[in-house]
């Protein structure tokens, strides 16, 4: 395969208001779109021929990768589980700065998902940076990450 990079990460969510308020209203993110789709070529994309959803279109702070949030109308699906040790389990990272400020902050807005608090990565190519997890509404697993000094991006 001949490629030009990714254009977007896109998960499925139980309530697409929900979700933003959580990726927009405590990460910072910043929305691009927001669309609802009925059949067409989207119902031939997914393989459902009468796939309706709600969608929207997400930039990560900093300028960085968009997520595609999807809220399926019809049909109607199931929660998968998404804990990060089942197989195709995925999680979304974002780069921070101060790892321990990001945290405090998203604690003050009511953000109480958290895996654990910050952890220092004492070993490997990431040693000397910081690191979490937490969850977004549907459980689905968000990575916080600050980079060791050396690997700090500008």
Same mark, same amino acid.
């Given at each position: 395969?001949?490629? +030009?990079?990714?254009?977007?990460?896109?998960?499925? #969510?139980? %309530? /697409?208001?929900?979700? =933003?308020?959580?990726?927009?209203?405590?990460? !910072? $993110?910043?929305?691009?779109?927001?669309?609802?789709?009925?059949?067409?070529? /989207?119902? +031939?994309?997914?393989?459902?021929?009468? +796939?309706?959803?709600?969608?929207?279109?997400?930039?990560?702070?900093?300028?960085?990768?968009?997520?595609? /949030? @999807?809220?399926?109308?019809?049909?109607?699906?199931?929660?998968?589980?998404?804990?990060?040790?089942?197989?195709?389990? *995925?999680?979304? $990272? @974002? /780069?921070?700065?101060?790892?321990? *400020?990001?945290?405090?902050? =998203?604690?003050?807005?009511? #953000?109480?998902? @958290?895996? *654990?608090?910050? #952890?220092? #990565? %004492?070993?490997?190519?990431?040693?000397?940076?910081? !690191?979490?997890?937490?969850?977004?509404?549907?459980?689905?697993?968000?990575?916080?990450?600050?980079?060791?000094?050396?690997?700090?991006?500008?």
């Amino acid at each position: 395969m001949q490629g +030009a990079g990714i254009h977007h990460t896109g998960y499925t #969510v139980s %309530d /697409l208001d929900r979700s =933003l308020e959580f990726y927009v209203g405590k990460l !910072g $993110c910043e929305i691009v779109a927001q669309q609802e789709k009925e059949g067409g070529y /989207l119902a +031939a994309i997914v393989g459902y021929p009468d +796939a309706h959803v709600r969608m929207a279109h997400l930039r990560a702070p900093g300028g960085g990768h968009v997520i595609e /949030l @999807f809220e399926y109308l019809f049909p109607e699906g199931t929660v998968a589980d998404v804990e990060p040790r089942n197989v195709g389990a *995925s999680h979304l $990272c @974002f /780069l921070v700065d101060d790892l321990p *400020s990001v945290y405090k902050d =998203l604690r003050a807005k009511g #953000v109480d998902t @958290f895996v *654990s608090p910050p #952890v220092e #990565v %004492d070993t490997g190519i990431n040693r000397g940076g910081f !690191g979490l997890y937490l969850r977004d509404p549907d459980g689905i697993t968000v990575e916080l990450f600050q980079p060791p000094a050396r690997l700090a991006v500008s």
